[in-house]
C-alpha cells in the first residue's frame, strides 16, 4: 500500500489511520475534498461493506461500488451522506496539508 502513495498514520493522540502521499482529484463536498480511496479506507478502518454504508447514508449500494470504483461521482448529496454515515461511524477526515495528501482515522 505504501508502494501505491498510501501513509499509516499511528495513533499519536488520535486513532491509528491512513493518509494519501499526495493529493488527487477528487469530489468536493460541504467540507473537504471525498475521494473514491479514502472512502474506501474509512470503510475497511470501520470493517463495513458497501452494503452496510449504502444502508447508512439511505443510497442504493451502487452509487458506493460506482464510486469507489471511479466509474462515476454521486451527485453531491450522496457524497455528502456517505461522508456523514461514515463519520458517524466513528471514523475523522484529515484535510491535506504541506506535507501529505488528506487522510482517514478512527476517533478517538
Known amino acids: 500500500m505504501e508502494a501505491a502513495g498510501i501513509a499509516f498514520i499511528p495513533a499519536?493522540?488520535?486513532?491509528?489511520?491512513v493518509r494519501l502521499r499526495e493529493l488527487r482529484s477528487g469530489c468536493g463536498?460541504?467540507?473537504?475534498?471525498?475521494f473514491p480511496d479514502l472512502c474506501r479506507a474509512a470503510r475497511n478502518i470501520l470493517n463495513m461493506s458497501q452494503w452496510d454504508l449504502a444502508e447508512a447514508a439511505g443510497i442504493?449500494?451502487?452509487t458506493v461500488a460506482e464510486f469507489?470504483?471511479?466509474?462515476?461521482?454521486?451527485?453531491?448529496?450522496?457524497?455528502?451522506a456517505m461522508?456523514?454515515?461514515?463519520?458517524?461511524?466513528?471514523?475523522?477526515?484529515?484535510?491535506?496539508?504541506?506535507?501529505?495528501g488528506p487522510g482517514v482515522r478512527l476517533r478517538k
Open 12 to 17: 499519536n493522540g488520535g486513532g491509528p489511520g
Open 29 to 34: 463536498t460541504s467540507e473537504t475534498l471525498f
Open 60 to 62: 442504493a449500494r451502487s
Open 68 to 80: 469507489e470504483r471511479g466509474a462515476r461521482v454521486p451527485i453531491s448529496n450522496n457524497l455528502q
Open 83 to 100: 461522508r456523514d454515515a461514515l463519520e458517524a461511524a466513528g471514523v475523522a477526515f484529515i484535510e491535506a496539508d504541506g506535507s501529505a
